[in-house]
T-cell receptor, first 114, second 113 residues
C-alpha cells in the first residue's frame, strides 16, 4: 500500500514568490494535516482538514492557506515567501476520524527561500 | 505558557545498553502521548501511543511510561543497536484542540557499535 506522498520533494524559491505543495494521503484516510519543521526543532502544526473542512489552524500568518479536495488530497499554499519560511513541510494523514490520533507522515517537501 | 521539553543533550550510548529519553510537559491536558522516530531528511515515523489511563506500554525493544501526575513520559530502547540511531520526538494532543499534535524538539540518539 502506498504511504503518504508529497510533491515536490525539494524546491528553491526567492523572497516574495508563491509556492504550492501537494499531498496525497493513505487510501481511506480522510484527515490531512500540515506541519512545518525548521532545522533542529519539532514539527509545528499549520492546518488540519477532515472531510474537506478545516478543523484547526496553527499560529501561522494568513500567507499560509490550504485546501482538501474531494479525493482527500490536499494542497498547502504559501504567498509572499520570506526567508524564515525555509523549512521541511510535512503532510500527515490519519484514519482516526476527526481526532488526530496516530499520524502517518510523508517524506516532506524541503523549501529553501533565497 | 505551554511547553514540551525533551532531553536537551544528545544521547550517545554503547550498543546493547538501554537508552532512556524523557519528555516533560507543562500546561497540557493530554488524552494520550505519542513517540515518533525521525531519520535525517525524512518524515517522522510513529512508534507508540500511550493513553492517559495507561502507565506503561511495550513494543518489541521499546517501552514507554506515562505519569500524568508528574507530567512526564519516559521512552526506553533496550538492547540498543546502531540502527536505532535517530532523533526521537514526543508528541501530545490537547483535549480542547484534538485536531493537532504538539511536538517536542526531539532527542538525538547515537548508538556506538
Amino acid at each position: 500500500d502506498a504511504g503518504v506522498t508529497q510533491s515536490p520533494t525539494h524546491l528553491i524559491k526567492t523572497r516574495g514568490q508563491q509556492v504550492t505543495l501537494r499531498c496525497s494521503p493513505i487510501s481511506g484516510h480522510k484527515s490531512v494535516s500540515w506541519y512545518q519543521q525548521v532545522l533542529g526543532q519539532g514539527p509545528q502544526f499549520i492546518f488540519q482538514y477532515y472531510e474537506k473542512e478545516e478543523r484547526g489552524r496553527g499560529n501561522f500568518p494568513d500567507r499560509f492557506s490550504a485546501r482538501q479536495f474531494p479525493n482527500y488530497s490536499s494542497e498547502l499554499n504559501v504567498n509572499a515567501l520570506l526567508l524564515g519560511d525555509s523549512a521541511l513541510y510535512l503532510c500527515a494523514s490519519s484514519g482516526q476520524g476527526r481526532s488526530t490520533g496516530e499520524l502517518f507522515f510523508g517524506e516532506g517537501s524541503r523549501l529553501t527561500v533565497l | 505558557s505551554q511547553k514540551i521539553e525533551q532531553n536537551s543533550e544528545a544521547l550517545n550510548i554503547q550498543e546493547g545498553k538501554t537508552a532512556t529519553l524523557t519528555c516533560n510537559y507543562t500546561n497540557y491536558s493530554p488524552a494520550y502521548l505519542q513517540w515518533y522516530r525521525q531519520d535525517p531528511g525524512r518524515g517522522p515515523v510513529f512508534l507508540l501511543l500511550i493513553r492517559e489511563n495507561e502507565k506503561e506500554k511495550r513494543k518489541e525493544r521499546l517501552k514507554v511510561t506515562f505519569d500524568t501526575t508528574l507530567k512526564q513520559s519516559l521512552f526506553h530502547i533496550t538492547a540498543s543497536q546502531p540502527a536505532d540511531s535517530a532523533t526521537y520526538l514526543c508528541a501530545l494532543d490537547n483535549r480542547s484542540n484534538d485536531y493537532k499534535l504538539s511536538f517536542g524538539a526531539g532527542t538525538t540518539v547515537t548508538v556506538r557499535a
